[in-house]
Structure formats: structure tokens, C-alpha cells
């Protein structure tokens, strides 16, 4: 018998394909039978170990095939045979960029550069230099020029020559990732090595430019190297930033050396940056010089020297940070460097360094805090991501390395040691964060390898993804431990970015274990000054209190302060926001729930940083009730409570202290009254934080704002009456003989209150039946009197100013009227101008049968049946005429004037004023005290062009927006756009989101001429 066979257990070349990790094992297959003998089995094991097998057994095939072509194939077969590294950096470039095997592809013979040196025969490696053939050398021989000459030429600048000089530097790209992606190099190395090939390559493209500019030997010209390039911190692909300065030679006229000099300019650019059958390098930027793209591309280093002295930005001096002389004549190059190097590290004493440091930290965080889908994955500008480390260190580096020099390295990760070492980092921070930033920049090098394109996008398809995890060495779940892994290093550089700067402050004022390197006094006020604190020495014990002892409160501080630091700093006055909360926090300390509040809720402790840095009126009303910072916490909380509700608990505060009618002691009663308007006005003040505080955030229009701020008026107003009428009523011994009733007129009227605004009214009385009129009249208007004597009391609260002068007869008249007075008044004596302030009155307080006879007397005045005649527009018209001319303020510029001025609130307001006087009687929609209501209804009826009531109510809301951001700033009114205060003008803007003051004055501007245009035409006629 026979003895039967063993089975086969070897796994099927799919199965094994698979296990090797191979995407794509059928087409894997396919490519390996095309193959045939060449790929052994040892080599596909081999690609079984690269970041992407698929990826490198497609580009080893085309690999293979040109070698056989050009004579290689025995040659790189043995290679890849007997030579481990040749095998392993070639199938780690090939598992990684598909850019770089379309290069092999066509020089095939270029895998020689992947070599070990103890590979090579003896005679290469006698004739190579240790790291490889030097590149600026091999550039200017691809190019035709001889490097041994002091300026070599190329042989012309044909796109032969161009391509000779990409086939040249890909080689040794390809050189350089081979050893980055086998671990032999570190990622500084790597940034290093690719800034030393742009500026070989900027070599050989200064010579071949020199090829096509015959004169240029009458200048001197030198490429100094910016940004990355300057800072040897290059990516594999960038643009490379330059500037070029340039001089005459001895005995050539300057302006022709000049000409001469650009021309070399513009043409070494185009060296690199043109595009070739052999692809392109990359672009060659020089946006970065002075003056940007407006400026001439090329200057004399006087001409440099000049500008960076008088006119540079503090963002041009961090550019020029990393400026370094990377091609052309070495000579002036250098003395580039002397003139500028000192220029740069005085740049942050001058007047507009913390203004522009604060700019820039703004550009920053705009980058950073991008919401689209993209950001997430951007390794650049996304949060936590590379700029976020860059600028840091940045800034650090300009603010306190004008007095020390060993901060004055060019790159990040040289310059971020230097800071740990003199104790202005933190070691263990700024090890975290140099591991970070090495990860990111490995990360980044990897995306940018695959197809040799400029990006810092992390890909979004699990295959991409996998690549990059494989590539940095994870195999168990490399896309889940790679987007782990990349999420951490970004949260921790988020992190330390504040860290960096506020933590170290903490360490310079308390006595804390000295586990970190503590700034000095002067180093800490540096830094805070530089961050927009005015009086750093100030915040310096404002700190000190909030966190010095061994307390739980102290430490609970310890730990916000570092963050909030930050908030308020980029909030509009960083001094008072920390001396805001400091004040706060010693009212609220031994509250349990306070600092537990703002260490659980992060955005309560934001939302705080932000009121109390730009917002005077905000932060006295806390002040007065620090218990209110509880209600940042919830959204529904900063939304204006509605009136009814506000009312309930007015008038139930005013029960509590309501004297009993058979009290026998006025005393008592005025006491009681007082007691009560006290109790209205602690919730008057909680209400007033809670829309200030809405406003701010950008949680209201500014309808909503002064709607809000009507219902707050109008409740303490109601308050106020009954606590008066019980008043009276026990001084009287008994109930009044009359109703009373408040009329909101003006913008109270109008339901269009601002913080500053005073509450025009009238008083309204009518007897009961019987009633004897003079005892109802002295009754009404000692109610009257009690109420401005309630409201006029001294209280720390903003204060509500009634005003009752738009009462008949103004001053002169009585100031209370009876019911039947004001309807005989109306009848006999009514001017237009009185016709037209009724249009925003409204009975908003008091007794409500007498509110409604009220507006039945009125309606007929204000809404007359035939509307207003030719005359009484015509005296309207003047008297706006009149008041635009006489209530100005002298001295004041009227287009700043956000009230008079043209295009202003009042010329809205008479606009919609004038079409109820003619309109409304016939057109029941504009019976509305409301200024925007009235607009639309005019626009229902056909009585306003629609894109002329938008402009209208575009100017009325930004001027409203104005006047409401004047006062939270200020805590005070004014009608005038802030031109003097250089720092509160900002701060308003700050508050409106403009990026600046003048952004807000231009807008206004705009908005107030196309109203004024509307109003010469629909008002003036």
C-alpha cells in the first residue's frame, strides 16, 4: 500500500498576502505573478513590514522594470539581497510616498544614493562625503555652472537645465527619506537637511538666473532665507520664504545695480518655482519683505535697515526672527544679519509692541479656533497644532529676549530648550511640548512625503490613516492608536500654550515648591506687559493674593489662574478683569460652591473672564451681587426673564414691606417704602448683570436688549408706585381717592431703553366717583413725588432717572395731570410736536382700567383721522432742522454723534415718525410704539421702498448696538463715538467684534451715509 501524503498547511498566497497586511491581496497577486521571480519570498515579507505593502509593491514593480532597462537590475537585485539598509530604506520610501517611486521609476539608477556607507565599494566611499554627496556642489554641476567659482554661471536656463537641477534635488530627497523613515535620523536633522537643500537649490537658481542677466556682475546680491528655510526647520514641502538685498559694485550707478538685482531676483525665483516635465520644486515667496508685495522686491541693506528702524510691525520682527543668509554673496549676507539681528530684539520696546503682541495672538487663535470639518484635521492651524507651538515660543523668544541673549535661536525646538533653560518654561512643560511638536512635525513630514504636495492636512480615509500609524511604528490598531495618539499630543499643546504663558507667572509670585524654573520679578512683568496688562506690577499682586498659603481656596486658584490669565488677556482691558475677579472671589471666598463652580464649568470661568475685562457695568453690578456669577453657568439663564414673572417677584418683595394702613407712625411707613424699593432694586440690579452679560456674549439683538431693559424699568416703576401708594395711603389713613397710572414715553415708550437711559413719562390720575377733585389731585401728586424721591435715593446701582418733562407744557406744567385735564389739553392746546411724542407713549404702569381710558384719549391726537396736514409737516421738518443745529454739543463732530448726527438714531426715528403721523389712522399696523415695527409696517403698506427701511434699520441697530457697548464699556452714557481714548475706543470695538476701532468708525460711517440718503429723501422730500 501507499502511504498517503502529508496535506499541504501552507496558507494560500491571498491568505498569506493578507496576514503580511496587504489591502488589496488580489491585486497584490496579480502584481506578483507580472513580477515573477524578482520579488522572493524574503522580500515580500519584507513589504509586509512597510507602512503601506499595496502602495510598495506597486512602486517596486515599475522600480524593477526601469532597472532592467537601464542595466541596474543585477545591481539592485544583489543590493536588495546582501544589503539590509539599501532593502530597508528603499521599501520604507516606497510604503510611504508614491511621489518618490514615480521618481525611481525614471532614474532608476538613483537607488544607489540609499546605500550604507560600509556598503559601498571602497573607492565610492573614498570619493563620498559621510552624509552623502555635498548639494550644492551636484546642484551647480546639474546646472552646468562650476562650484568652485566665486559666482558660478549655469550653461543657460533652458527647461533642460530646470530639469536637471529637480532631478538632481529629488535624488537627494530621496537620499534624506530613506534615512528619516528608518529612524536614522531625528525630525530636527530632517528640517535641517531640507533647509540646507533650498538653499543649495536657491544656489544653483541664482545661477542659472545669472545666465539670462548679462549685467549682473554690477551688483552684489544676497538671498537671505525666512521662515522655515531661515529657521533650518523646512518641511519636505513649503514654500521658501526669502528676502533679497542687494548693493552696486565699485564704480556702478546704484539705480542700474538696482535694476540689475531684481532682475537676478525675479529670475532665481522662477529657477525654483516654474514647473518642468521633472515637476517643480517649490515657490519662492518673498511676501515677507518690507513693505509685503506692494514693496520693491529688492533693497539695499540701508534701504532695510531704514524701514525695519521707522516703519516695521511687531509681526515683521517675529518673521525676521529666523532670518538667515542662504545663497548668493556671503559676504553682504552676513552684514545683512549684524544690521538687522539688533533691530529685531529692541522691536518689543516700542510703543505699539503690546498692541501688535495682542493682534497677533488674536490672528492666532482666529486660525485656531476655526469651526469647519477641515480644521479638525489640520496639523497646522488647528487647535493645538503646530502654529499654536511656533507662536508661543515666538513670542516668549521677542518678549524676553531682549535682555537675554540665549533666547535668540532661530528654530522652535532650539529656541523652546533655551526658555526651559533660563527658567522662563518650565522643564517638564517644555519637554512635553518638544515631544509634541516633534510628533506633529513627523506627522506632517509623513503627509507631505506620500505625493510630494504642500499640505498639513491629516488624511480622512482609514487607508491614509493607517499609513501614517503604520509609519510611526503602531501595529496593533494603527488608525485608532495613531488618531489617539494625535489627539493627545494636541490636547497637551493646547494646554501647555496657555501654560507657557501664565503658569511660570504663578511660579514668579508664590511660595511653591520649586519644581519648575520660576521667572524673575522683572521677567514676569515683561511678560504679563507684553500680554496687554498695563500694570504688570499691579497683576503681579493681584495674583499674589489670589494664590499665595497652603489654603484650598488658594489652590483651586492656582489652578484657574494660569487659564483665566489667558481669557483676560484677550479680553479689552486684561488689569480690570483680574482685579475684577480678585474682588469676586474676597466677597464670594468662603462660599463652598464659587471656586468649585469655575473649576467644574469651564465656560463659566471664560464667561467671567470675559465680563469683567470689558465691561465697567457689568462688573459693578456683580460686585454688588457676586452671587449672580452662579447663573453663567446655564444658558437659559442668560435670557431675559419676561415681564410677568419679573413683576411676581417685584411686587411680592413690595408685600413683604408694605406698612399696615392703621399704622399710627409715618415714620414707619417711609421706612417701609424705602425697605421696599430696596428690595425691587436688588432684583432690578440681578436683571440688569443678566442682559448686560447676555449682550456681551451675543446672545441679544438689540431689540431684545431694550425690550428687556423696558420690562426692568417699567416693573421697578410699578414697584416703585405701589410701595408709594401704600405710602401716601398710611400717611392719608385711608385708600386714595384716585387712580394713578405711569405713561412711557420716549424710548421707554418705545420699548427701545438703553443701559443710560432716562425713563420719560407722564403721571396720570382719575378720581373715584364723588371724590372731592383737589383732594384726588394732591393725593395723586404726592404719589408722584414719592416715587422720584424713592428712585433718587443714593444706592450703588445704576440709576433709574425719570424724567417728566415731556408732560404738557414741559416744566411749567403740573406733574400730575387728571384724565379729563390731559383730554382738554390735547383738544384745545395739542402742537404737532406734542402729536408726534405720543406716537411712542404707552401706559405701562399703574391701574389698568385708567391705562386703557388713557390711550383712548390719545389715540385720536396721535393717529388723526385725516392724518397732518402740509403745515405741520412743514413745521416738523424744522424743528428737526433746529435741533440737528442747536442740540449738539459744540465742538463735537456731528457725524460721530450717534443720536443727532446724520444718519443717526433721530433721523431714523422721525422717518418712521412722520409716515404714523400721515399713515397710521388708515393703516392699523403702524399703531405701534416701536421704531423697526413701524419701519415694516411702512414697508407692508407700500409706503417705504423695502432696501430703504434696510438701510434705516441697519444704521438705527449698529448706532443702538454703539451706544449699548459705550456704556457696558464705560459704565457710563455718551451719544458720541469714542475718538480720543485710544484704549476705550478699542475696547468698544472689541466688544461689537470689530478687529479694530477703525473698522467700527468705518462701518458707522457707511451705515449713518446711506440712511442720511434715506432721510434727505423720505423725510425732507
Excluded at 535624488?171 to 530632517?190: I, N, P, Q, S
Amino acid at each position: 500500500m501507499s502511504t498517503p501524503s502529508a496535506p499541504d498547511r501552507r496558507p494560500s498566497l491571498p491568505t498569506r498576502l493578507a496576514r503580511l497586511g496587504f489591502g488589496d491581496a488580489a491585486g497584490a497577486e496579480r502584481l506578483l505573478a507580472e513580477a515573477g521571480p524578482a520579488v522572493t519570498a524574503e522580500l515580500l515579507d519584507d513589504l509586509g513590514t512597510t507602512p503601506d505593502p499595496d502602495l510598495a509593491l506597486r512602486g517596486l514593480l515599475p522600480l524593477l522594470t526601469g532597472a532592467e532597462r537601464a542595466g541596474e537590475a543585477a545591481a539592485l537585485a544583489t543590493a536588495l539581497a546582501t544589503e539590509p539598509a539599501v532593502r530597508e530604506r528603499l521599501l520604507a520610501v516606497l510604503g510611504v510616498s508614491s511621489a518618490l517611486a514615480d521618481h525611481l521609476a525614471r532614474h532608476p539608477s538613483h537607488w544607489r544614493v540609499l546605500r550604507a556607507r560600509k556598503d559601498m565599494s571602497e573607492k565610492d566611499a573614498e570619493d563620498e562625503p559621510p552624509d552623502g554627496p555635498e548639494p550644492r556642489r551636484e546642484f551647480l554641476e546639474a546646472v552646468g555652472a562650476d562650484p568652485d567659482a566665486g559666482e558660478p554661471v549655469a550653461r543657460d536656463a533652458s527647461t533642460e537645465t530646470l530639469g536637471a537641477l529637480r532631478v538632481a534635488y529629488r535624488k537627494h530627497l530621496l537620499m534624506l527619506a530613506g534615512r528619516d523613515l528608518t529612524g536614522e535620523l531625528d525630525v530636527a536633522e530632517v528640517a535641517a537637511t531640507l533647509a540646507d537643500l533650498a538653499s543649495a537649490a536657491l544656489t544653483a537658481g541664482l545661477a542659472i538666473a545669472r545666465a539670462q542677466v548679462p549685467e549682473h556682475g554690477t551688483c552684489r546680491l544676497a538671498v537671505i532665507g525666512m521662515g522655515k528655510c531661515g529657521g533650518r526647520e523646512l518641511n519636505y514641502v513649503s514654500d521658501v520664504d526669502v528676502i533679497f538685498v542687494a548693493e552696486a559694485r565699485d564704480g556702478h550707478p546704484e539705480d542700474a545695480a538696482l535694476r540689475a538685482a531684481t532682475r537676478l531676483a525675479a529670475a532665481t525665483m522662477r529657477a525654483c518655482s516654474a514647473t518642468t516635465p521633472e515637476g517643480a520644486l517649490w515657490e519662492v515667496d518673498a511676501a515677507l519683505r518690507p513693505e509685503g508685495k506692494a514693496g520693491p522686491l529688492v533693497r539695499t541693506l540701508a534701504s532695510h535697515r531704514a524701514y525695519y528702524e521707522r516703519w516695521a510691525k511687531t509681526w515683521e520682527f517675529q518673521a525676521l526672527l529666523k532670518a538667515r543668509p542662504v545663497a548668493g554673496d556671503a559676504e553682504l549676507g552676513a552684514r545683512y544679519a549684524e544690521t538687522i539681528g539688533p533691530i529685531v530684539w529692541r522691536a518689543a520696546e516700542g510703543e505699539s509692541f503690546v498692541e501688535d503682541v495682542q493682534a497677533m495672538r488674536r490672528r492666532v487663535e482666529a486660525d485656531l479656533n476655526q469651526r469647519n470639518a477641515e480644521a479638525a484635521r489640520q496639523l497646522k492651524l488647528g487647535p493645538g497644532g503646530l502654529r499654536d507651538v511656533e507662536f508661543a515660543v515666538q513670542l516668549l523668544q521677542l518678549v524676553h529676549g531682549r535682555s537675554d541673549e540665549s533666547l535668540r535661536a532661530a528654530d522652535t525646538l532650539s529656541a523652546l530648550a533655551a526658555l526651559s533653560r533660563g527658567g522662563y518654561v518650565g522643564r517638564d512643560d517644555a519637554a512635553a511640548l518638544a515631544s509634541a511638536y516633534r510628533f506633529l512635525r513627523r506627522v506632517e513630514h509623513l503627509v507631505q512625503l506620500h505625493r510630494l504636495r504642500r499640505t498639513h492636512m491629516v488624511p480622512d480615509d482609514p487607508a491614509g490613516l493607517r499609513r501614517l500609524g503604520r509609519a510611526l511604528g503602531l501595529r496593533t490598531d494603527p488608525v485608532g492608536e495613531f488618531t489617539a495618539l494625535w489627539r493627545r499630543h494636541a490636547r497637551e499643546v493646547r494646554r501647555l500654550h496657555e501654560k507657557l504663558f501664565y503658569r511660570p507667572l504663578l511660579l514668579a509670585v508664590a511660595r511653591l515648591p520649586e519644581e519648575e524654573a520660576r521667572l524673575t520679578p522683572d521677567a514676569a512683568r515683561a511678560r504679563l506687559e507684553a500680554l496687554g496688562y498695563r500694570d504688570p506690577a499691579g497683576a503681579l499682586r493681584h495674583i499674589q493674593a489670589l494664590t499665595a498659603g497652603v489654603s484650598r481656596r488658594a489652590a483651586i486658584q492656582r489652578t484657574l489662574l494660569p487659564v483665566m490669565l489667558g481669557w483676560f488677556a484677550d479680553a479689552p482691558d486684561p488689569d480690570a478683569g483680574l482685579l475684577g475677579f480678585r474682588q469676586v472671589s474676597d466677597a464670594l471666598g468662603t462660599t463652598p460652591w464659587y471656586l468649585r463652580l469655575l473649576r467644574d464649568d469651564v465656560t463659566v470661568a471664560e464667561r467671567m473672564a470675559c465680563v469683567l475685562g470689558s465691561s465697567r457695568y457689568a462688573t459693578d453690578l456683580l460686585l454688588r451681587a457676586p452671587e449672580a456669577v452662579a447663573m453663567l453657568g446655564r444658558a437659559s439663564e442668560l435670557r431675559p426673564r419676561p415681564a410677568p414673572a419679573l413683576r411676581a417677584e417685584a411686587l411680592a418683595a413690595v408685600r413683604r414691606h408694605t406698612p399696615d394702613p392703621d399704622s399710627p407712625a409715618a415714620t414707619a411707613a417711609s421706612v417701609s417704602a424705602e425697605d421696599a424699593v430696596t428690595a425691587v432694586r436688588a432684583v432690578r440690579r440681578r436683571e440688569l448683570f443678566r442682559v448686560a452679560v447676555a449682550d456681551l456674549l451675543g446672545r441679544l439683538d438689540p431689540v431684545e436688549v431694550g425690550e428687556a431693559l423696558t420690562d426692568i424699568a417699567a416693573v421697578t416703576l410699578d414697584a416703585a408706585l405701589r410701595a408709594a401708594i401704600g405710602k401716601i395711603e398710611v400717611e392719608r389713613r385711608g385708600p386714595l381717592p384716585t387712580a394713578v397710572a405711569i405713561v412711557a414715553m420716549g424710548r421707554f415708550g418705545g420699548h427701545e431703553l438703553g443701559y443710560g437711559s432716562d425713563a420719560d413719562l407722564m403721571f396720570v390720575h382719575d378720581p373715584e366717583p364723588g371724590a372731592d377733585e383737589r383732594d384726588a389731585a394732591s393725593a395723586a401728586h404726592a404719589v408722584a413725588e414719592e416715587i422720584r424721591r424713592l428712585l433718587a435715593l443714593p444706592a450703588p446701582d445704576p440709576p433709574l432717572r425719570i424724567d417728566p418733562d415731556l408732560r404738557p407744557e414741559g416744566k411749567a406744567g403740573p406733574l400730575v395731570r387728571s384724565l379729563a385735564s390731559y383730554a382738554a389739553y390735547y383738544a384745545r392746546w395739542s402742537e404737532p410736536w406734542e402729536s408726534q411724542a405720543l406716537l411712542r407713549a404707552d401706559p405701562l404702569v399703574g391701574d389698568a382700567g385708567l391705562r386703557e381710558r388713557f390711550r383712548a384719549v390719545i389715540d385720536p391726537v396721535r393717529w388723526p383721522e385725516d392724518g397732518v396736514g402740509d403745515d405741520a409737516v412743514r413745521q416738523i421738518r424744522r424743528l428737526k432742522a433746529r435741533m440737528e443745529s442747536e442740540r449738539l454739543p459744540r465742538g463735537v463732530d456731528r457725524r460721530l454723534h450717534l443720536k443727532l448726527g446724520p444718519g443717526g438714531l433721530s433721523d431714523v426715528e422721525w422717518v418712521a415718525q412722520l409716515l404714523q403721523l400721515r399713515h397710521a389712522h388708515h393703516v392699523p399696523e403702524l399703531r405701534t410704539t416701536r421704531t423697526l415695527a413701524a419701519l415694516d409696517a411702512a414697508v407692508g403698506a407700500r409706503l417705504l421702498d423695502p432696501e430703504d427701511a434696510a438701510e434705516l434699520a441697519e444704521a438705527w441697530r449698529l448706532a443702538t448696538r454703539i451706544r449699548s457697548a459705550i456704556v457696558l464699556v464705560r459704565g457710563r452714557p455718551s451719544d458720541l463715538l469714542p475718538t480720543e481714548h485710544h484704549h476705550e475706543r478699542s475696547a468698544v470695538a472689541h466688544v461689537l467684534g470689530y478687529p479694530s476701532a477703525g473698522d467700527l468708525l468705518e462701518d458707522y460711517r457707511r451705515h449713518a451715509r446711506r440712511a442720511r440718503t434715506v432721510v434727505e429723501r423720505t423725510f425732507y422730500g
